[in-house]
Nanobody, 131 residues
Framework: QVQLVESGGGMVQPGGSLRLSCVASGSIFSGNAMGWYRQTPGKEYDFVSGITWSEGGTYYSDSVKGRFTISRDSAKNTVYLQMNSLKPEDTAVYYC????????????????????????WGQGTQVTVSS
């Protein structure tokens, strides 16, 4: 099991930017995908973005499309989430997670579940957007 550690969270004003990082210890298999979930108190987990490790195919939820960009650095075993034009509703704990990516199920397998349902997940980093 790959260990994942997130960093980069913090407090920012509306319209500002943050970049989250997720470093994986151990090898990430080419058939895996990594992504970001977020959760606000009392709400379900929301899968906001994902990237396939080998091909770099990406997914964005409608709520972040056009504002967030996910990328990976294979040499550093790291996934990034660049978050621009942040809104108060982006306030949440953001979790990195990883698991196999199957063409038969696609990103659908990552939706509607908890990051702890996947093979690997991190402890989360708080993002607060407030004036």
């Amino acid at each position: 099991q790959v260990q994942l550690v997130e960093s980069g969270g913090g407090m920012v004003q509306p319209g500002g930017s943050l970049r989250l990082s997720c470093v994986a210890s151990g090898s990430i298999f080419s058939g895996n995908a990594m992504g970001w979930y977020r959760q606000t108190p009392g709400k379900e987990y929301d899968f906001v973005s994902g990237i396939t490790w080998s091909e770099g195919g990406t997914y964005y939820s409608d709520s972040v499309k056009g504002r967030f960009t996910i990328s990976r650095d294979s040499a550093k075993n790291t996934v990034y989430l660049q978050m621009n034009s942040l809104k108060p509703e982006d306030t949440a704990v953001y979790y990195c997670a990883a698991d196999k990516y199957l063409r038969t199920t696609g990103w659908g397998a990552f939706l509607g579940i908890r990051p702890t349902d996947l093979n690997s997940w991190g402890q989360g980093t708080q993002v607060t957007v407030s004036s």
